[in-house]
């Protein structure tokens, strides 16, 4: 068996054990050093790539930003922001038809400029929401569809974790990906509103009406969230008009959260050795993640099928854009059964080469940027389908009585203006690059 075929054979492999629920940083650690030693025939070459490959992957100074925006998001947890943007965005929107869910999608999207993980955002936004949509009568299929699609806001509108594994990954400049980010993160906090405001015209029961908040409500509620608007145009405004670079802008905004929740009386000494631990164990489920991908993707690189791959596809003679459509497919196919940190960490060093080697009609950075969106973009869209989508868990675990069968239906509105939007940003690379054009 040639060692093309070998890597050709670890993918049935990697998807059994996960299919077997074998952890995924696990399954490709695993599939990896099996793989390498069937190539090689030998194991001290795998075992000195091996040490090597441990201190190359975590000296990686770009890594350092993944547990400070991690516990910039415990902080801002404990700190009360999330309630705060709720009960401002509530203000502002909840008196209209939907408005509550609205609000939601709103809070979601302010705490993510926060709070770099998708599932933070959801189950946090789900303590605060729930309970308010509940009261004001809104469906259980509504309420859950909502906050797990807003949810999917933490992890695309900047920072975002998954974005600095793409940077790495595909040896892109992090600050030029945050800004990248932020018109699609905002398009898409519009297209939820919008698909709100459809549904409860549709099934008009499906929504009560609040009623409309006083100016002095409005002022006091709006004047509340300051402590977020200071963080955020501190971190993002830092990195993007150079005063800071991407971690020290992580390492400010962690610091700036902990002092505002300090103040606000919502950290205490029990309150911040949990969110060291919290923050300790994400970041050590991610890292092993990272290390099992690097250990996997080293195999496939001593098989030579990401360089192959990209030759076949480019001999193949197919537009780009055709390649660049049966990619996203892929995505969302595979946004069904994986995790999005997983499959970034998977997917991209094979199918990167290939959008690589294609030519789009602009510069090769363009290209990646564009691509690392809409890749973020798909793959946030299988944190909202079945039969794995983990956001829909987490808050339909929130939501008792409310059947999960009611949350996927809940979520299929927003699933589809994510698909618009994704068409939309295909079509047009600009509203992506626009502000990377301006600003650099």
Known sequence: MSNLEIGLWSFPVLMALIFL???????????????????LDRWTPILAQLKGLVVDTFSNYSLSIVPLFLLMGQFATRGGMSRALFAAAEAYLGHRKGGVAMASVGACAGFGAI??????????MGQVALPELKRYGYSGALSTGCLAAGGTLGILIPPSVVLVIYAILAEQNVAKLFIAAFVPGI???????????VYVRVRPGSAMPREKATTSERRRTLLAIWPVLVVFLA?????????????????????GTGLIALFAGGLGWKGL???????????????????????????????????????????????????????????????????????????????????????????KEDTALWFGILVLIVVEVGLITPPVGMNLFVINSMAPGVPIART????????????????????VPGLTLGLVWLFY
């Open 21 to 39: 629920r074998v952890p995924i940083g696990l399954a490709m650690f695993g599939t990896g050093l099996l793989g390498s030693w069937i190539a």
């Open 115 to 124: 709070c770099g993980s998708s599932l933070a955002t959801a189950a946090t």
């Open 187 to 197: 398009l898409a906090a519009i297209g939820y509103m919008i698909a709100i405001a």
């Open 235 to 255: 971190v993002i405004g830092g990195i993007y008009t150079g005063v800071f670079n991407p971690t020290e802008g992580a390492a400010v905004g962690a610091a």
């Open 273 to 363: 050795r949990d969110s060291f631990s919290e923050t300790a164990v994400s970041t050590g489920m991610i890292f092993f993640i990272v290390l099992g991908a690097a250990v996997y993707n080293a195999f496939l690189a001593t098989t030579r099928l990401p360089q192959e791959t990209a030759q076949w596809v480019t001999e193949l003679g197919l537009s780009p854009w055709t390649v660049l459509v049966v990619i996203l497919l892929t995505y969302l196919i595979f946004g069904c059964l994986m995790d999005s940190l997983s499959m970034i960490l998977l997917t991209i060093p094979i199918f990167f080469p290939m959008i690589d080697a294609l030519d789009f009609g602009m510069p």
């Open 408 to 427: 996927f239906a809940g979520a299929f509105p927003f699933v589809l203006t994510d698909l618009i939007r994704v068409a939309l940003l295909v079509l």
